[in-house]
């Protein structure tokens, strides 16, 4: 019987995985660091633009908005403090009070023009919707 012969086999095998975890141990080790995912939130960015006014620090951002007739505008409250965006002139447009936070949606005039807003609470704060 060749009785020592599965021994220094096994023995063998011992070694060989130990070298092999060790390889991958180094290799993981050096290989790492791969970058993050930053891609993700630009590309979200980008696809929502266009129709989207954001509230910051009392402002409105952007202050002037080019859209279609009819367009849907989403208005996100990135603020502490309740705001409105509500159309200056023959109030074809209002969001009601937005709470900090939150977001509103109203629907562009149907007409061509420039349409004044402001803030309801804080009338300085001011911008202009346009539709073509
Ligand atoms: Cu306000």
């Known amino acids: 019987m060749p ?5 220094g086999a ?3 095998a ?11 141990v180094g290799c993981s080790d050096g290989g790492g660091g791969g ?16 129709t989207q006014v954001t509230i910051k620090d009392f402002t409105f951002e952007p202050a002037s908005l080019t859209v ?22 023959g109030g074809s447009f209002d969001t009601g009070d937005i709470a900090p936070s939150k977001s509103a949606t109203f629907t562009a005039p149907s007409t061509a023009g420039d349409f004044p807003y402001a ?5 300085f704060m001011k911008g202009t919707l346009t539709v073509q």
């Open 35 to 50: 970058g993050g995912g930053a891609t993700e939130s630009a590309t979200r960015s980008s696809a929502s633009g266009g």
């Open 14 to 24: 011992a070694a060989a995985c130990a070298l092999a975890l060790t390889a991958l």
């Open 68 to 89: 279609s007739p009819g367009a849907k505008v989403t208005v996100v409250n990135k603020d502490s403090t309740t705001h409105t965006l509500t159309a200056s002139k």
């Open 119 to 123: 803030c309801t609470i804080h009338p």
């Open 3 to 7: 009785f020592p012969f599965p021994t």
């Open 10 to 12: 096994a023995r063998l």
